[in-house]
């Protein structure tokens, strides 16, 4: 070298002796130690500075802190870097400062930024009945977001931190009658960097079976109420049926009535005018009732898992009458915002063929029990609502049903045998003159 290292007590004797002033100071860095890397981890490092009197030291950035060490003739600079929590590198400058001599050397540092990384514990969750609530444990040293399907929602303090974190989600109940549900999530940083991928996370929910309870024309079973009235609803309600089944027509004016007969004491219900059915009391007392009531009794509903209509438009004498009372009925339900609160039967093919085109989702179920269940879904069916016998000669139909994703439903089981017979077939619903009695034998 072509100056000699001193130590520091020397340094300071030197530059404050009068005797000395005449001497050359100086002041060098090792050339081989002027430009100093670092990760992005941080750290320190030692540089020698050479020099024969005191200097200072300052930094640029103040991630970056110098300290001149007395006593010691090499490494006696120390450079400590802070972590750098950004993918940018990052520069700074260090300089260091010899009084006597009025001169300055510097020292380039550079440091790394990090490398983005996201890493999930898993990759896929699985619900089972009832279990709503799950975690996911992600490490990332940068920002990230989940992007979820819109059954599952984020639970509070879900901020994102730096290092590994517990984040923790809620899924929806599955919607009453749905076994199975699939969806995907994936965990991605909040900007774009190269190398670093989406990590997908796929949810399964899954439910147990259920068979459920339809009230035939209603809970009319009871003391005060009789068939399509509103006092067999209102029963079935109470009870907490899945739905309450009942038979409309439509007037030649356009109003849809409850019945199930073409006629009801000698009136037709599809060829006269309403004024002619308005009179018409049943055996409970009760005005013959209009669609439109039962629409606004189910509405008013507070329960979460609220009774639905089970809304079978009844085959008129032709198909321009059918028609007529599928667009009337299709359009007062909608305009009472009651879809989700309705599904829909008929025995005619046509009737549910327009059903299904007026508006595909509609829930619509076949009575008639002459179609295959891979005939219903090429058809666009949502179900099969099939008589007992048919179900019966055709065991295998339940099954074929539910793989097509048919619901299945059988039509109207009145004994215990029968309703355990079913039961045990695995159909969705039971249609029953005696909901009570079915109710019972579930629970």
Not at 194 to 202: F, K, L, M, R
Not at 206 to 234: C, D, E, F, M
Not at 388 to 399: D, V
Request: charged share 15%.
């Amino acid at each position: 070298m072509k100056y000699i290292k001193i130590l520091w007590i020397v340094l300071f004797a030197g530059c404050s002796s009068p005797q000395d002033r005449s001497e050359s100071f100086f002041l060098e860095i090792d050339p081989g130690q002027s430009v100093q890397n670092f990760g992005a981890e941080g750290g320190y490092k030692a540089v020698t500075v050479m020099t024969n009197c005191a200097v200072e030291t300052s930094a640029s950035r103040e991630w970056c802190t110098p300290v001149i060490t007395p006593g010691y003739a090499t490494d006696n600079l120390r450079i400590t870097v802070a972590e750098n929590v950004s993918t940018e590198e990052r520069t700074a400058t260090v300089s260091v400062t010899g009084a006597e001599v009025k001169q300055i050397v510097n020292l380039t540092v550079h440091q790394a930024g990090i490398t983005p990384a996201v890493s999930v514990n898993r990759t896929a969750v699985s619900l089972p009945d009832g279990v709503s609530d799950f975690t996911l444990d992600v490490t990332a040293n940068v920002p990230v977001v989940f992007d979820k399907p819109a059954w599952i929602t984020e639970k509070a303090g879900n901020h994102w931190e730096r290092g590994a974190k517990t984040y923790a989600f809620t899924a929806e109940l599955l919607p009453e009658g749905t076994l199975l549900r699939e969806g995907d999530m994936t965990v991605r940083t909040v900007e774009t960097f190269a190398g670093v991928s989406p990590v997908p996370v796929h949810v399964t929910q899954t439910g147990v079976h259920r068979t459920r309870v339809i009230a035939h024309r209603g809970y009319w079973n009871k003391p005060g109420a009789a068939q399509n009235s509103l006092a067999s609803l209102q029963n079935a309600i109470e009870l907490g049926a899945y739905g309450s089944e009942l038979d409309v027509w439509i007037t030649t004016d356009n109003v849809i009535v409850l019945n199930h007969d073409a006629t009801y004491q000698g009136v037709s219900m599809e060829n006269s005018s309403y004024s002619a059915i308005a009179p018409l009391h049943l055996s409970n007392g009760e005005l013959l009732p209009v669609l439109q009531q039962c629409i606004d009794m189910v509405k008013q509903q507070t329960q979460p898992n609220k009774t639905k209509l089970i809304i079978e438009i009844k085959t008129h004498s032709n198909n321009t009458n059918n028609k007529r009372c599928v667009d009337a009925v299709v359009q007062m339900v909608n305009a009472s915002g009651a879809a989700d609160l309705v599904d829909y039967i008929a025995f005619s093919q046509y009737v549910c063929g327009e059903l299904i085109k007026s508006n595909p989702q509609h829930r619509v179920a076949y009575l008639n029990g002459d179609l295959t269940p891979a005939a219903l879904k090429t058809a666009g069916y949502w179900g099969l609502d099939y008589p007992m016998a048919t179900l019966r000669n055709n065991t295998a139909w339940t099954n074929l049903a539910k793989a097509a994703g048919l619901t299945t439903n059988v039509w109207t089981v009145n004994s215990a045998a029968d309703m355990q017979y079913f039961i045990n077939m695995g159909v969705d619903f039971i249609t029953t003159d005696d909901p009570q009695a079915l109710k019972n034998l579930l629970e």
